[in-house]
């Protein structure tokens, strides 16, 4: 990533600043309280019940901008892709949208666990509240200025390639952050503000002080273009597993019907523990 740049888009010198310095900005882009609430009313209906009942195991919508035209737009919106290009000096390519009704308490972690770029950086994530955030509908926590570490991989914290060792990579990073004493920052916003963060920024999900309250959220995952991408979290050293992103293209929509069960890769762990525990039960009691 370059320092900042005077490339013309929609960020300030000072949002840019912002960025380069902490790993991430608050930025309103304008989304309107009509895009937002048809968002929230269309993805409703593909939300699994049993999720909702118990959000912690993992209610969420994978790329719900293949069925759902306004996670599309949100994800492609040009004030968005402007500001990317301005952070990066590249063209930003989304290739993924995770949707969630509630805060997912997330334990703290880097994206460039999940997805990294050679040349290494070229990756961001931008989180959009769909309603007002505060402390006790479970607000993102981040810790400023961690984007500029050296990314831990799985090797780095001693482990084998594999989603099967997530949890243990996740207390490494607890053990890391200890070390190092950084206080963290919490992501209060009003409805339609967005966040982008660096991939390298350590973060996750704060307690839900309120289970009565809704989170809502989009989170658009983008690489940048000249790059090769691969997944960090299957990858050994030398040997990075390759991966072949398909790419959200703006102003390109056609409705595709959702697939079912998510794969078991990109399931959280807490989830797949549910799964195999169901499908279990399932067998024994026919």
Known sequence: MSSVSQQAGYLTPEQIQKFNDDGYVIVDFGFTQQQIDELIETLHPY????????????????????????????????????????????????????NFPVGTQQATHSDTIHFNSLPSGYMAGVWVALEDIDEDNGPLKYYPGTHKLPEITMEDAGLEPGYHNYPQYEAFIAKHLESLGVEPAYGFMPKGHALIWHANLLHGGSKQNDHRRTRHSQVTHYFFDNCKYYTPMHSKPGKPAFRNPEWIKPGEWVMRPPVGEQSAEETPPLQRNVNRLRNWLRRKLG
């Open 47 to 98: 939300y699994n019940p049993e999720h909702l009942q118990a959000p912690s195991f993992g209610a969420r919508i994978q790329d719900a901008w293949k069925f759902v035209k306004p996670s599309h737009e949100l994800a492609t919106n040009a004030n968005v892709l402007s500001a990317l290009e301005q952070l990066f000096g590249r063209k930003p390519l989304p290739f993924q949208t995770l």
